[in-house]
């Protein structure tokens, strides 16, 4: 599974959730996923009263569970304080649909009081899609205690958290130089040994982006690495985003 927007070209906090991509994730644990039912144009229209659509959310979060599904995909877009209350209990539904929207509305709106309860389930959900979605909700939580669920993420889950993970990890890793520190050696291993192209070229991005926190030693590994893939890998992308890396550094030299 790939991520269906381009992180290179939005902030993580800022790629709009498609509802059309929920529904086909998990379509095939649902008889009849209520997010087929969602008008996705009703959210392209500029001139939404967005308090109305928040109180009307707000509303639907009460009711039943396709009704519940309706409200979270508005905060999946809007944010409003008042939604805290209604989504954190909704992180403990069975439906995953619901715990996956759930996940993304909270991303939307950060929630201090949810950060705990989002790395329990990047740790224990038995539903990738749902730890997938808490991968890149995690992102817009500048919390220390997410940094390491990240990097483990990124170690050890399969591949479309790994994907998020990578992202998220150049968020959190710009708190601090010391994060950025310990997201970079795993994003720099898992750069060298991951099989999945979109994690990799994730990975180059990311370290791209914490590169300035970075001691001097470990710039020029990534420098290094940046430049052998330039040159020598055999996936097209991976070399492409290797060599934005550089440019970006003012190395172009380096693979020419």
């Known amino acids: 599974m790939t991520n269906n927007s381009d992180p290179q070209k939005e902030s993580l906090a800022e790629i709009a ?6 529904a086909k994730e998990l379509a095939f644990e649902l008889e009849i996923d209520p997010l087929e039912q969602i008008d996705s144009e009703n959210f392209s229209k500029g001139n939404l009263n967005i308090t109305s ?13 396709e009704q519940r599904i309706q409200g979270l995909r508005i905060f999946c877009e ?9 989504l954190l ?5 069975p439906c995953p649909v619901e715990r996956m929207s759930a996940v993304y509305a909270l991303g939307r709106n950060p ?30 939580y500048d919390n220390q205690i997410v940094l390491k669920p990240l990097i483990n993420a990124l170690k050890n889950d399969v591949a479309a958290v790994r994907l998020w993970s990578s992202s998220s990890l150049a ?8 994060n950025a520190q310990l997201a970079a050696e795993q994003l720099l291993i898992s750069l060298k040994i991951d099989n999945e192209t979109g994690v990799r070229s994730n990975c180059i991005w990311s370290l791209s ?47 020419n």
């Open 17 to 22: 959730i498609d509802p059309e991509v929920l």
């Open 209 to 255: 982006r914490l590169f300035e926190k970075l001691n001097e030693t470990f710039q020029e590994r990534f420098v290094d690495e940046c430049t052998k893939i330039a040159l020598f890998d055999k996936e097209p992308s991976v070399m492409e985003e290797a060599k934005t890396a550089l440019d970006s550094m003012g190395m172009e030299s380096f693979y």
């Open 111 to 140: 929630c201090p009081s949810a950060v705990q309860k989002l790395v329990n389930l990047l740790e224990t959900d038995d539903n990738a899609y749902v730890r997938r979605a808490t991968a890149w909700s995690l992102a817009n």
């Open 53 to 65: 659509e928040c109180n009307e959310a707000l509303k639907l979060l009460k009711g039943n569970r």
């Open 89 to 93: 209990p909704l992180l403990d539904q």
């Open 171 to 178: 968020e959190i890793g710009s708190i601090s130089s010391e």
């Open 78 to 86: 809007y944010r409003d304080k008042r939604s805290f209350p209604f």
